[in-house]
Nanobody, 126 residues
Framework: QVQLEESGGGLVHPGDSLTLSCAIS????????MAWFRQVPGKEREFVAA????????EYSDSVKGRLTISRDNVKSTLYLQMNSLEPEDTALYYC???????????????????WGQGTQVTVSS
């Protein structure tokens, strides 16, 4: 399995921007469909965005569409989540995830991903 490590979280104000990164090691990033999920205490893990292996196609949840952008740099082995116009409702622990390499399509189901990072906390508060 590939190893994932998120970074870039923090405390920001509503309307601010933040960029999360996910560093991948142990394998070639270009072999994996990648995704971001988020979770708040007491709730299920929620799909945020996913991106195909070559980065040409992406899928977003309705709650973040137009504000958050997923991207990847397979040469740098890094996945990104650019977060703009942040809202208090975006407060959560954000995880990156990798889908097993035979699969080429994005998925909103966390059970379709088998490698996870430890998460990075994003808090949006005035």
């Amino acid at each position: 399995q590939v190893q994932l490590e998120e970074s870039g979280g923090g405390l920001v104000h509503p309307g601010d921007s933040l960029t999360l990164s996910c560093a991948i090691s142990g394998d070639d990033l270009s072999r994996y469909v990648m995704a971001w999920f988020r979770q708040v205490p007491g709730k299920e893990r929620e799909f945020v965005a996913a991106i195909t292996k070559n980065g040409y196609d992406a899928e977003y949840s309705d709650s973040v569409k137009g504000r958050l952008t997923i991207s990847r740099d397979n040469v740098k082995s890094t996945l990104y989540l650019q977060m703009n116009s942040l809202e208090p409702e975006d407060t959560a622990l954000y995880y990156c995830a990798a889908r097993p390499s035979p699969y080429s399509f994005t998925s909103e189901n966390p059970q379709d991903y088998d490698s996870w990072g430890q998460g990075t906390q994003v808090t949006v508060s005035s």
